[in-house]
C-alpha cells in the first residue's frame, strides 16, 4: 500500500498568511492522481485539487497544487475565515486508495 | 455533470446488515469502477473496495472479505454495498465515488451508518 504523509499535522495562521501544505507518498504517485480535499467537521470531503495542480470549478484560485510524485504541496495564497478546516491528500494512482492523515488549520 | 446520489441514513442493530446504494448520472456508468470509502466521526476516510459494473468483478481491503459485498444495477445506473454482520466500529458514513481521469474524483453525498443497540 502506498503511505502518505502530511505536513505540518497542525498549524496556527493568520487571517491574509500564505499557508503551505505537503503531502509525501511512500511511493512514486503519477501526479494525474493526486488530489486534495478540506474537510469542516461534519461535513463531507470537498475536493480542491484533483491531478495536483488542476483546480476544481467553484474553488477560489487563492487554493493551488504543485509537485509531482513523491511530494505534493497544498497552498492557500491568502488564508481567509472561511479556510479554517482540515485538509487532506488523497492518491488514487495504485489501490487501495489512501490518504494522507490531514493537516489542522487552525486560527491564530 | 457527474452525480452520484445516495440512499438515507441508516440505524440499525448490531448482527444486522445495511445495503446503501449510490444512483449514478452523467458518465458512462460501465466504464468506471465504483470505489467505496467509509469516514468514522474524527477519523481519515478509509478505502473498502471496488467494483466494475461492465464485469461484476470486486476487490476489497482485506478487513471487509467475508463481510462487504458490492453489487451493480446497469439498468438504473445504480451501485450497491452491503455490509453483514454489523458491530458498532462501523458506524461511519459511508461514500461511493469514482475516479474521472479528466475531471478527479467524484464521491457521492455520503449515507450516514450508525449501529446501536
Known amino acids: 500500500d502506498i503511505q502518505m504523509t502530511q505536513s505540518p499535522v497542525s498549524l496556527s495562521a493568520s487571517i491574509g498568511d500564505r499557508v503551505t501544505i505537503t503531502c509525501r507518498a511512500s511511493?512514486?504517485?503519477?501526479?494525474?492522481?493526486l488530489s486534495w480535499y478540506q474537510q469542516k467537521p461534519g461535513k463531507a470531503p470537498k475536493l480542491l485539487i484533483y491531478?495536483?495542480?488542476r483546480l476544481r470549478g467553484g474553488i477560489p484560485s487563492r487554493f493551488s497544487g504543485s509537485g509531482s510524485g513523491p511530494e505534493f504541496t497544498l497552498t492557500i495564497s491568502s488564508l481567509q475565515s472561511e479556510d479554517f478546516a482540515t485538509y487532506f491528500c488523497?492518491?488514487?494512482?495504485?489501490?487501495?486508495?489512501?490518504f494522507g492523515p490531514g493537516t489542522k488549520v487552525e486560527i491564530k | 455533470q457527474v452525480q452520484l446520489v445516495q440512499s438515507g441514513p441508516e440505524l440499525k442493530r448490531p448482527g444486522a446488515s445495511v445495503k446503501v446504494s449510490c444512483k449514478t448520472s452523467?458518465?458512462?456508468?460501465?466504464?468506471?469502477?465504483i470505489n467505496w470509502l467509509r469516514q468514522a466521526s474524527g477519523q481519515g476516510p478509509e478505502w473498502m473496495g471496488w467494483?466494475?459494473?461492465?464485469?461484476?468483478?470486486?476487490q476489497k481491503a482485506q478487513k471487509f472479505q467475508g463481510r462487504v459485498t458490492m453489487t451493480s444495477d446497469t439498468s438504473t445506473r445504480t451501485a450497491y454495498m452491503e455490509v453483514h454482520k454489523l458491530t458498532s466500529d462501523d458506524t461511519a458514513v459511508y461514500y461511493c465515488?469514482?475516479?474521472?481521469?479528466?475531471?478527479?474524483?467524484?464521491w457521492g453525498q455520503g449515507t450516514l451508518v450508525s449501529v446501536s443497540s
Open positions: 488523497h492518491q488514487t494512482f495504485i489501490y487501495p486508495w489512501t
Open positions: 465515488a469514482i475516479d474521472d481521469f479528466f475531471s478527479g474524483p467524484a
Open positions: 467494483m466494475s459494473p461492465k464485469t461484476g468483478y470486486e
Open positions: 511511493q512514486t504517485v503519477v501526479s494525474y492522481y
Open positions: 491531478s495536483a495542480t
Open positions: 452523467g458518465f458512462n456508468f460501465t466504464s468506471y469502477d
